[in-house]
C-alpha cells in the first residue's frame, strides 16, 4: 500500500466539506453508494489516476481541486479539464474496461469519497438513475475538455489564464488558491516565464496578489472581463448537460 492508498484509509478530524453530487442523489441513490464510499486526502501532487492503466476508484472529491491532464511523449502536459466538488472523477470507468485515458492530478489539497470501480459498475448495472449520473457528469467533463481544447488553440495565454483561475475560484469556493506558478505553468502547457509575465502584468492592474505558492484573486469581476468566453460557455455546458435541478454550477 503507497502512502496515497495509506491514506485514503484514515478518517480524521482533517476531513470536511460535501460533494454536491452526493448530496442531489436520492435518498435511494445515496443508500446504494454511501456504504461502499472511503474517504481520502487528495495531497498536492499526487496522481490518482495515471494514464493506460486501470482506474481502480472513482472520486466524489468534497475539496481541493483536480487537474486532468494529457502528457506528452516530451514530459510536457497541458490541462484538459478541472474538477472540485461539483462533479465525479473517473465516473466513465463504470461503464467499458475502465483503463485511464489521461492523467489526473491533485492541484490544491482537500479531500475526496472514492469507491472501487468495480463496485460502481455493479451498482450502475442495478440503478438506471445512478447510470444517468455517472453519464452525465462523464458527459460534462468530456465537454469541457473539448471547451479547453479550443480555448488552448485559439485563445491568449491571458485570457486562458483568467479562466483557470475563475474556474478554480469557483470550485474551490476560496478567493486564494494554493498555486505555484510551476503548477499553473504545467496546467496550461506554458513555459513559467511567459506565465510569470502575464501573472506580473495582471498583479500589476490589481486583479490579482502573488505571494509564495498562493495566487490571491482580489477583483473576480475584472478577471471575469479579461477572461475569454470558454468560462461562462464552460458553466453553461454544466447546467445543460448536469442539470439545474441536480446540481449548482
Known sequence: MNHFDAACGARTMLYSGTNQVISCLSAQERSLIVPHLRLCELIPGHAIHTPHEPVRHIYFPRSGLLSIVVIFSDGNSAEAAVAGSNTIVGAIAAFGDGTALNQVMVAAPG?????????????????????????????????????????????????????????????????????????????LGVYRPSLTHVLRKLETARL?????????????????????????????????????GRLAA
Open 111 to 187: 479531500n475526496a469519497d472514492r469507491i472501487e470501480a468495480d463496485v460502481m459498475r455493479r451498482l450502475a448495472r442495478e440503478s438506471e438513475a445512478l447510470r444517468d449520473v455517472l453519464i452525465r457528469h462523464s458527459q460534462a467533463l468530456a465537454a469541457q475538455s473539448v471547451q479547453i481544447a479550443g480555448c488552448n488553440a485559439v485563445h491568449p495565454l491571458e485570457a486562458r489564464l483568467c479562466r483557470l483561475l475563475l474556474q478554480c475560484r469557483d470550485l474551490s469556493s476560496a478567493d486564494t488558491l494554493p498555486f505555484t506558478q510551476d503548477l499553473v505553468s504545467s496546467m
Open 208 to 244: 490579482v496578489s502573488l505571494s509564495r505558492g498562493k495566487v490571491r484573486i482580489v477583483d473576480a469581476a475584472a478577471l471575469e472581463e479579461c477572461s475569454c468566453e470558454c468560462y461562462a460557455a464552460i458553466k453553461d455546458q454544466v447546467k445543460q448537460i448536469v442539470g439545474a
